[in-house]
Every structure is written in C-alpha cells, then in structure tokens.
DNA sequence: TCTTGTCATGATAACGATTCTCAATTCCAG
DNA sequence: CTGGAATTGAGAATCGTTATCATGACAAGA
C-alpha cells in the first residue's frame, strides 16, 4: 500500500520511514507531529522533527493518515488504515475525543453538495462541548 | 449587544474599536484579519494590525462574529449577527464558499452530543469539494 | 560489488499567522 | 479636570510548519 505508493513515484524507502510509519500505526491517539518525534526518540535516536513532519503528510496523501484539528492550534493525524470515516466530538475543557459515525449526515451531505453542483471531496465535522466529566455539577 | 458586553466587563468603546466593528459587518465576505486591516486601512489609516486581531478576538468572544476555516491557514472571520447558523460548503480549487443549513444535520448533532453525555457547544462542518466551474469536463 | 544519479535526511534558517510587550494615548467615573 | 484603568501602535517574540542545503542512504545497472 505504502509500497505502491512509493513505487508509482519514484520514492525511496528507508529505515527511517519504516520507522516513523510504524511508529505512527501502533498510536492510539491523534498525535501531534512533536508527540510522534518525541515517542520516535526513544526508540530511534537522532530522526529530525523536520523528517517527521516530511513522512507524515507523504502518509496523508498515500492515504494511510488524515489530518485532522480538534481544535488545537498544532495540526493532529490520525491513521486511515483499517480505520472507517468518522468524525469527532471533542470536549473543549479537557481535550477528551469521542469518535462517531452518522449514516444519515453522510448521506445529507452528498444531498447537499450534489444539489450545489459539488463534487465532494472530503469534509470535516467537528463537534465541540463539555464532556460528563468537565461540566459543572451544578 | 456590543454595549453590554463591555460594559459587564469594564471594557471601554474607542473611536477604532467602533471603526472596526462596523467595517466588518459591512464586510459581506469571511474575512481575514490582514484583509480587513487593509480595508480599514483606507478609511482609517494608522490603525494597526494588532489593534484588528484584538477586537475580533472580542467581537467573536460576544457572539458578534464567528470564527471560521474554510481551509486556508489564516483565520476568517463572518458575522454571526443576523446571520442565521449555517455550515459552509468549499471549493477546493477556487475557493468558492457556499453557506447552506441543514437541520436534519443540525438535530442529529445534538442527539450525538447528548448520547454521549456531551453538551453541545459549537460544531464546525465544511464540506470540501470542486464546484461546478473547476470540475474538469472530462 | 562498484558507480552513479536520485531521493531522504538533519540542522537550522525562514516563514506566516498570531500574540505579547511596553510606552504612549485615550477613555470615563468621580 | 483628573487619576487610574483600558486601549493602542510598533515591533519583538512565539509557535507550528516549511524551505534550504550540504551530506548520507538507496536502487539499479555495469
């Protein structure tokens, strides 16, 4: 998949980018491009934080990562591999992610784009409140 | 409205703060801070930069305006009074913006939000895609 | 296995949007 | 009018991200 990708471009492999792939899959989290360096110290000393930021948008457009926001100014990814579309809802005190999926507003918004003569391409919904936790007992 | 505001919060009117205030709801386009500052600029030279993100910052945090994306790496700003919510549909090539509202959309967002014991406090939806004009003829 | 052209990398400079600093100005309640 | 508080402009500082450039790693052919 990767290969391929790389194939079709002209692109080399190297152990640094196997290592910041597989780094990057066996996260949980939405990482930031400094978070997943900073865990890739550990284990592979001396990648560049530029290297990072380099694998992980050629990871976003192979299609093996989506970029996402949650709200925070640093940009976030997320794996796509084995991994449905869905979107987020994203407590704004504590930072807590819940991830869901809504069949109905998948479809509304093909309706919606197809009705302004769009051809979708991609979209982003986020939505953001107080999660049980963080809301005051009132 | 904006009176109130900052009167709860001893905050003060300034002949630029009302300059700023009114160029952007005159503005009828999702404006950047840059782009307003130049707009002002002409009426108003001497006002700074600084000065347009401070009070939009405002403007936003008293409902007046509302922050948005729309893709790019600057912040655009629209305003939220009377101005009914809507979510935005984008073209990814010429960055056409259409604003559309669809309740159903709307409905389901606050039963996920309540589902998961959240309380619903702002979402952003945009939808990317090519409008009728940049999709290729093929 | 050498060779060579290409791509990847690390370090760091550059960048762009936004925020901060701070002295000077403006506001407004008394 | 005045004093204390909020606002401002200019530019420095910040922060995430990207570009630059010299060097090292890769892949494929001789």
Excluded: W
């Excluded at 978070?35 to 992980?56: C, D, F, M, Q």
């Excluded at 989506?66 to 940009?75: F, N, R, T, Y």
């Amino acid at each position: 998949m990767l290969a391929s990708f790389l194939a079709e471009r002209k692109l080399k492999k190297s152990k640094r980018r196997d290592a910041i792939l597989s780094a990057f899959l066996a996260m949980e989290t939405h990482v930031t491009a400094e978070e997943l360096h900073r865990v890739l110290s550990a284990e592979h000393p001396g990648i560049g934080l530029a290297t990072v930021y380099r694998n992980l948008k050629l990871l976003a457009s192979c299609g093996l990562a989506k970029q996402v926001s949650l709200g925070g100014k640093a940009a976030r990814f997320e794996h796509a591999f084995r991994h449905r579309h869905h979107d987020h809802l994203v407590c704004s005190r504590c930072g807590k992610v819940v991830e869901f999926l809504d069949s109905e507003i998948e479809r509304r918004q093909e309706s919606i784009a197809s009705r302004h003569d769009f051809t979708l391409e991609s979209h982003t919904l986020e939505i953001h409140g107080l999660c049980g936790s963080c809301r005051p007992p009132r």
